[in-house]
């Protein structure tokens, strides 16, 4: 008789346990690495995309003198397994490297998202998007390359909601700068999207919880 006392609650327990919402339980956590990279480059410069650059994710401003070219970073996320989700945050966090030593004072780079196609294509130079942030450095002496980490929640909730399938981020370099490179300098990783998808428990599943949470505590203090 003893055996099935106790047996009973820690069997009630873990069925109550079992009930609670599979979202409850399941990792909520996504990170998305970009499915699309490369750059657009606007030369000769007048505001428009001219030729993509799919084997670098170079930017540049470079407006001095008679030289004029520009580059805007690309980037492309796949955004499938966030169909219809609610979104408890979203991060976009990644590293800009300066690829040379030329101090030509700071560099102010935008960080812009937009509705993607999963291509890389010279409309994304000028494609609508909504700025998300802004990144400020000068490559010199030993800050050679710069982090950055921006919420983006309900800029990219917005495109879910309007039943985008991509994820567009551009780099724009926003004033005159030499040549920058969106990676990180020691493994060449690419920026990642940290979403978060933990619902909010309702009512019903907090109690289920703290009932499931209190027969545990009993078979513990019983034991005690």
Same mark, same amino acid.
């Given at each position: ?10 069997? #009630? ?29 606007? +030369? ?24 004029? $070219?520009?580059?805007? =970073? ?24 300066? $690829? ?10 935008? &960080?812009?998202? %937009? ?9 994304? %130079?000028?494609?609508?998007? +909504? ?8 490559? #010199?002496?030993?800050?050679?390359? !710069? ?8 800029? &990219?909730?917005? &495109? ?5 399938? %991509? =994820? ?6 926003? $004033?005159? +700068?030499?040549?920058? !490179?969106? !990676?990180?300098?020691?493994? $060449? =990783? ?15 599943? &907090? ?8 027969? !545990? ?8």
């Amino acid at each position: 008789m003893k055996s099935l006392a106790t047996f009973v609650p820690a069997a #009630t327990s873990f069925v109550l346990l079992l009930a609670l919402p599979a979202a409850l339980r399941a990792d909520p956590i996504t990170v998305l690495a970009p499915i699309v990279s490369g750059s657009v480059n606007d +030369q000769p410069v007048d505001g428009i995309g001219d030729t993509v650059r799919s084997d670098t994710l170079v930017l540049r401003a470079d407006r001095q003198g008679f030289a004029m $070219n520009v580059f805007s =970073a690309i980037l492309e996320y796949r955004l499938d397994s966030l169909a219809d989700a609610r979104l408890t945050s979203a991060r976009i966090t990644g590293t800009i490297l300066g $690829n040379n030593f030329l101090d030509t004072g700071p560099r102010d780079i935008g &960080l812009s998202l %937009f509705s993607g196609d999963g291509r890389l294509g010279v409309d994304d %130079f000028t494609i609508p998007a +909504q700025r998300i942030g802004m990144v400020e450095y000068r490559p #010199t002496g030993t800050h050679q390359s !710069v982090a950055f980490s921006f919420p983006i929640r309900p800029a &990219l909730q917005g &495109l879910i909601d309007t039943g985008a399938r %991509f =994820a567009g981020i551009r780099f724009d370099a926003l $004033n005159f +700068q030499a040549s920058s !490179v969106v !990676v990180e300098p020691f493994t $060449n =990783a690419l920026p990642v999207l940290t979403v978060d998808t933990t619902p909010t428990p309702e009512p019903a599943s &907090l109690l289920l919880m703290g009932t499931a949470l209190a027969i !545990v505590g009993v078979r513990r203090r019983s034991r005690t």
